[in-house]
């Protein structure tokens, strides 16, 4: 059965710094990957994904994620972090058995703080 | 961008009452989703659903709950009756069609509590 791995429930980052959120998933095959973000009272938001092809994908405002298929990983990544990047970041593939639904990490929160 | 609402935001009920669950999606949009997260645990695929009907269901689905979109109006999850393991954030989605059924847009989720 598929799942995903988010190993850091937490991640402080200076503002500036550089983040990385780290994301490791279980899947039969090649799978669709995802990533989506969580505003402070808001839903979930795509931040972008993976189907195929070269496997660095760029998002939204400055976010990038890598698929390496040997490492079983889709880490996101961001050179420079701003105080807006404050949220939960959640990892995700498609269910397997289903046509149309998605399974999450547990997610990741992102603290930024004064350099 | 698009905004999926939820109403409301908190429920309180007692066990064994009847709760509804309402979502507002993406006015062009065509497919809805229910996924639960228990706290401190990852969210979970529940149902979907396209053209007034059910098209896949977890197996989290339980008899006691039903979903339903009367009129183009709120998509909405009913329980009934509820049980204290319904204690959970519920979140609605929406997908513009089938192609790009994975990108889904989220509510900021209804928190349910059931004593």
């Known amino acids: 059965a598929q799942s995903v791995t988010q190993p850091d429930a937490r991640v402080t980052v200076s503002e500036g710094a550089s983040l990385q959120l780290r994301c490791k998933y279980s899947y039969s095959g090649t799978p669709y990957l995802f990533w989506y973000v969580q505003y402070p009272r808001q839903g979930l938001q795509l931040l972008l994904k993976?189907?195929?092809?070269?496997?660095v994908v760029q998002g939204v405002n400055g976010f990038e994620a890598e698929f390496i298929k040997s490492n079983s990983s889709f880490h996101l990544r961001k050179a420079s972090v701003h105080w807006s990047d404050s949220a939960v970041y959640f990892c995700?593939?498609?269910?397997?058995?289903?046509?149309?639904?998605?399974?999450f990490g547990s997610g990741t929160k992102v603290i930024p703080c004064l350099p | 961008g698009p905004k999926v609402l939820q109403i409301p935001s908190h429920q309180i009920i007692d066990m064994g009452q009847m709760v509804t669950l309402n979502c507002d999606p993406v006015?062009?949009?065509?497919?809805f989703y229910w996924y639960k997260q228990i706290l401190g645990q990852q969210m979970e695929f529940l149902v979907n659903f396209y053209n007034g009907k059910v098209m896949e269901k977890s197996k989290l689905f339980k008899d006691q709950f039903s979903v339903e979109r009367p009129d183009g109006s709120y998509f909405t999850l009913k329980i009934q009756p509820t049980a204290l393991e319904d204690s959970a954030v519920y979140f609605c989605?929406?997908?513009?069609?089938?192609?790009?059924?994975?990108?889904?847009?989220f509510g900021p989720g209804t928190r349910l509590t059931v004593l």
């Open positions: 006015s062009n949009h065509l497919y």
């Open positions: 993976y189907y195929s092809g070269d496997p």
């Open positions: 989605a929406s997908s513009p069609d089938w192609g790009s059924s994975y990108e889904q847009y």
């Open positions: 995700a593939v498609p269910l397997t058995g289903f046509a149309s639904a998605l399974t």
